[in-house]
């Protein structure tokens, strides 16, 4: 059974519910990724510990096996070209917060001139650095960078954090501009979208797609509610199932089955 509502424009306060997001293109599935890998490498790199820092290292060589895909950079320039064409018809329009449109127009181009500022692969510079080349290929073995197997590391480690810090942040440096359009896209993306207020019932909901494109589905599931989503997605239907999780966390095959109201967005640049 599927039933939407009328869609909302103010929609009630996030701290009610728990976000879920499904990417529907290769390309935004990426995007999330390196979103995710951006927000440990920031957390861990703030730290003060060793250990920490070793973890940031750690998403620092995913971030790169990630960001390297060969069409990642000239995808994100098209896409932020695309937006802020589409962005400066709007400065004509009335009801237009023109100081805001101005600020998000600029933080493209900036972006843009950045990430186009970098020549080769995103990451490359790393691959030439023999001491991250030596940790990273030992991280493949496990318990493969004990302080025997490398000592050199064990050296750095030693360092003060605020020393150790400021290496991690050189070797990032040449990537921020992947991270911030990165971040940039999201945050256009999750912003074109209208709430809509949908209704699950017996474990499910689905919704004909009519043909349309989206690039990213949303849901917010009220906090009262212990259900997780599986979701599937063509341009013709959407399928969500709710399930409860189980004694050892799994969810599958335990379906939600009472009926609920929950949050869909649905977003396309």
Known sequence: MTTVVDKKTSPAPVS??????????????TLLRLEDLFLKFDFYLHQEHKLDHHSALLTLFEIIEVGSRADLKSDLIQELERQ??????????PGVDNSLLRDTLLKIDKVAQEL????????????????????RSRCSIPGG???????????????????????????F?????????????????RESGEYCIASAEN???????????FQLLRV?????HEVVPEFSANKYMLWIRFNTPGANGVCKNNPYTEAFDFRLQFCNL
């Open 84 to 93: 802020r064409q589409s962005l400066s018809h709007l400065q004509e329009h």
């Open 203 to 213: 474990g499910n909901f689905t919704q004909q797609m009519t043909g349309k494109s």
């Open 220 to 224: 917010d599931l009220p906090v009262e």
């Open 145 to 171: 960078v004990c302080e025997f197997d490398l000592p050199s590391y064990r050296h750095w480690q030693c360092k003060e954090p605020a020393a150790r810090r400021s290496d991690i942040q050189l070797w």
């Open 116 to 135: 186009s500022r970098y020549g080769g692969r995103l990451g490359h510079h790393l691959r030439d650095n023999e001491f991250l080349t030596i940790i």
């Open 16 to 29: 009610q519910f728990t976000t879920y997001e499904f990417p529907l293109n290769e390309r935004i599935r």
């Open 173 to 189: 440096e040449p990537m921020k501009a992947l991270s911030q359009a990165a971040f940039l896209v999201l945050r256009i993306l």
